[in-house]
């Protein structure tokens, strides 16, 4: 079974500059979770998704930060303008309804 | 908000030694605890979790973990590590109603040869 895909691996921007980061879910899996990790610390969550309904995100800086999960499954996380602190490791994650979170690889962002 | 404590940011053994890795949480209510594992360039994998029943709860590899509700505490455990088990852990809690996972800093294994 496939895990969570996420894309790109990797990401350097200059500051100011647009960015935007996708993750696949597990197969089936309706829920999914968007997490930042930043240097040093654990993951912290973003937004949370059941099916292509946004049911807490009440962690996302929304002056900059957007998401969205059009068809349920497939989700684009969204930084514009992308500032020097937002630097960090952005984790995609999936679930069942009420089970456990399967994570993917992340995307790492450097912003200059 | 709930907060995860991990006590230990940096741990550094010998191989064949013991472990115990602690973890405590805030959040008094129902919880579902959770050990992640990040070994060095990979994703973070699940190495056990608690959900209720048996509060000794073995993961893969060897570990186990004790869920103790009077103390808020759900420690790591493994009797001998093995130089393969270097990586981060990491100690999550969900529970009072959020479904998102509450992380705590993390503790960088260090195994010796």
């Known amino acids: 079974e496939a895990g969570v895909v996420q894309s790109p691996r990797y990401k350097i921007i200059e500051k100011k500059q647009p960015v935007a980061f996708w993750c696949n879910p597990i197969?089936?899996?309706?829920?999914l979770y968007w997490y930042r990790q930043n240097l040093g610390q654990g993951p912290e969550l973003l937004i949370r998704?059941?099916?292509?309904?946004?049911?807490?995100d009440s962690q996302l800086p929304k002056d900059r930060f957007s998401a969205e999960r059009l068809k349920g499954v497939d989700s684009t996380l969204k930084i514009q303008p992308a500032e020097l602190g937002d630097s960090a490791v952005y984790l995609c994650?999936?679930?069942?309804?009420?089970?456990?979170?399967?994570f993917g690889p992340g995307t790492r962002l450097l912003v200059l | 908000a709930q907060s995860v404590s991990q006590h230990n940011h940096h741990v550094i053994l010998s191989e064949a030694a013991s472990l115990e890795l602690g973890c405590n949480y805030s959040y008094g209510g129902t919880v579902n605890l959770f050990w992640y594992v990040q070994y060095p360039g990979q994703h973070l994998q699940l190495l056990l979790k608690?959900?209720?029943?048996?509060?000794l709860v073995k993961g893969i590899k060897g570990f186990e973990a004790e869920f103790i509700k009077s103390k808020f505490s759900f420690n790591l455990r493994k009797p001998s590590v093995q130089w393969s088990d270097t990586a981060e852990y990491f100690c999550a809690v969900k529970g009072g109603g959020a479904d998102g996972l509450t992380f705590g800093k993390g503790t960088h294994l260090i195994i010796q040869p």
């Open positions: 998704y059941e099916n292509e309904e946004a049911v807490d």
């Open positions: 197969s089936g899996h309706n829920t």
């Open positions: 608690y959900f209720s029943g048996d509060p």
């Open positions: 994650a999936s679930s069942e309804r009420v089970g456990t979170q399967y």
